[in-house]
Structures are given as structure tokens and as C-alpha cells.
């Protein structure tokens, strides 16, 4: 046995978490933080909106900081976390509860993997919503070769004009210019249920590395 003792003072994890979600809610342009697209995410989706978590850097930030207010209201494919599942997941989704609003959280590097689900979801008229956190990386990777190296190596690329390239399956797309814009237009795809939208969001994943820093402040106190 060791001769570790725990600080007397522990943090108060629900208040380090309900912090972190409103320092989310300050306005800017993009790229926006986690912190801003789970906060004005969360100020969008009704309490019975279904949102599908996607593999990636993302899902690290959503099971951490997106607030559930019901059952079965956030789906994490926490087993063997499986990237893209969550586009023809939220298909599924929406025709199991067609009165729900239906939001699937995705990085581009796994939208990229299962796109071509858009036509399934316009072909049969399934009404959807997809939020694209772009960083144009494989984040999750990127951010363990950091951790673990200091640095990291191929997991860059490019994408596609991404607004031609969902429009050209006769979706809707726009690329997020601001938090508020980010807010106003998710909303306005969620209240007009009735076509497959896009939300394409640039992201900076440099709050990854601020992250483990705290947790491990957090986790020594502990």
C-alpha cells in the first residue's frame, strides 16, 4: 500500500462540467470550440431530440459536456465504437420515432466513410439532420499520436467541397459561419422536419490537449 492520501478538497465534478458548458455559450467565428458547439447544440434540440454520437474526437467532448434531459436521447456506440455508424443510425432513428427530432454528430473523416447514406435518406424522403464537426484530420487519432509522441503523422487530408457534394444528392447544406449561426440554422433545420440537412461546422481541436491537462489536475486532486 502506498502512502498516496487524496486532497481533502475534491473538485465538484457536476460544477467543473455545468462551467465548461457555459463558458461554450460566448460568441464567435468559426473554428468553434467543443465547448460552443455542444452548448448551442444543446439550446437547439428539444429535450426529446434524438442526437447519435459518431467515433472521434468528438464523441470524447459530447459524452463529457452534452446534457440528456430523457432516455435514449444521446446514443453513443461506446462497444465497438464503430465510426459512421451514426448517419444510417439516425435513418433508423427517425423512421423508429418519426415525431423526434433527429440529429447525427459526425467528424468529416467518418461522414466520408458512409456519405453515401444521403441518398438512402432522400430516396425514401427520411427526414434528417447531420452536424459535421470539421477539422479535416482523423481527430481521436491525432489526438492519442499527441499524447503518446508529441506529435503525429498521416492522419491529414482534404475534403470536398462539402456543400456541392451533399447538394449533389439532393440534400440541404450550409457551412456554419458562427456560433449563433451555428444555433439559428440548426434550429431551423429541427422545427422545418422535412428534408435531409447538412450542418457543416469547422472545429478547433486545440482545446484537445487543454483538456488532458485539466483532467489530470482534476484526477491528482481526486
Not at 82 to 111: C, E, N, Q, R, Y
Not at 135 to 151: A, N, Q, V
Amino acid at each position: 500500500m502506498n502512502d498516496f492520501k487524496s486532497s481533502e478538497t475534491k473538485a465538484d465534478i457536476r460544477e467543473e462540467v455545468e462551467a465548461e458548458i457555459a463558458s461554450g455559450k460566448v460568441e464567435s467565428k468559426v473554428p468553434l470550440t467543443p465547448q460552443q458547439i455542444i452548448s448551442a447544440t444543446r439550446e437547439s434540440v428539444d429535450d426529446k431530440g434524438i442526437v447519435l454520437v459518431d467515433t472521434g474526437a468528438l464523441k470524447m467532448w459530447m459524452a463529457r459536456l452534452y446534457p440528456t434531459y430523457a432516455p435514449n436521447t444521446c446514443l453513443i456506440d461506446n462497444g465497438l465504437s464503430t465510426m459512421s455508424w451514426s448517419l444510417p443510425g439516425a435513418i433508423g432513428a427517425k423512421l423508429a420515432k418519426p415525431d423526434h427530432h433527429i440529429l447525427s454528430v459526425m467528424g468529416d473523416g467518418s461522414f466520408m466513410m458512409n456519405s453515401q447514406e444521403l441518398e438512402t435518406a432522400v430516396r425514401y424522403h427520411i427526414p434528417i439532420t447531420i452536424l459535421l464537426w470539421v477539422d479535416k484530420s482523423y481527430g481521436l487519432i491525432k489526438w492519442k499520436m499527441d499524447m503518446e509522441m508529441g506529435h503525429h503523422s498521416e492522419v491529414d487530408f482534404d475534403n470536398p467541397d462539402f456543400v456541392e457534394y451533399v447538394e449533389s444528392f439532393g440534400a440541404n447544406a450550409h457551412i456554419v459561419s458562427s456560433r449563433n449561426d451555428l444555433k439559428n440554422k440548426l434550429q431551423n433545420y429541427l422545427k422545418n422536419d422535412n428534408q435531409v440537412n447538412v450542418l457543416i461546422c469547422p472545429v478547433d481541436y486545440r482545446e484537445n490537449m487543454k483538456l488532458i491537462n485539466k483532467l489530470g489536475k482534476v484526477t491528482v486532486s481526486l
